[in-house]
């Protein structure tokens, strides 16, 4: 059912080069789609650390938890959704893809 929660999303459109089921410690639970030579565990836990401390910011000044960071770079975007406290969505989109599409994908 995962699984084909995940190929629905990665074919969803031609931009997104892999969607990741991650538990928040980085290690990846399930996948679909191929990034290539991208460093899918070291920024999984990278992006889980930052939704961790956003969270801990935000509590501070009674902000909700943070459900979704994206980041744009020079060549990928990548969204991380959280989908619980243990585990997280994240996409990689290749340049050119529709950011927008995978954040719908991700959140369906």
């Known amino acids: 059912m995962i699984n084909d929660a ?3 999303a990665a074919a ?3 931009g997104i080069d892999g969607v990741f ?3 928040m410690d ?3 639970v ?3 789609g191929d990034p ?3 460093p899918l565990e070291f920024m999984a ?4 650390d930052i939704m961790r401390k956003l969270e801990v910011a935000g509590r501070d000044v009674d902000f909700e938890k943070p459900a979704e960071l994206v980041v744009t770079t020079a060549g990928r975007k990548l ?3 959280t989908v619980t406290e243990e585990y997280g969505l994240l996409a990689v989109v290749a340049p050119g893809g529709i950011t927008g599409r995978a954040r719908y994908e991700l959140g369906k």
């Open 45 to 48: 836990a990278s992006y889980a």
């Open 21 to 23: 089921l991650v538990a």
């Open 79 to 81: 969204v991380f959704r």
């Open 12 to 14: 969803a459109d031609d």
């Open 6 to 8: 995940l190929r629905q």
């Open 30 to 32: 399930a996948r679909s």
């Open 36 to 38: 290539g030579d991208f």
């Open 26 to 28: 980085g290690m990846e």
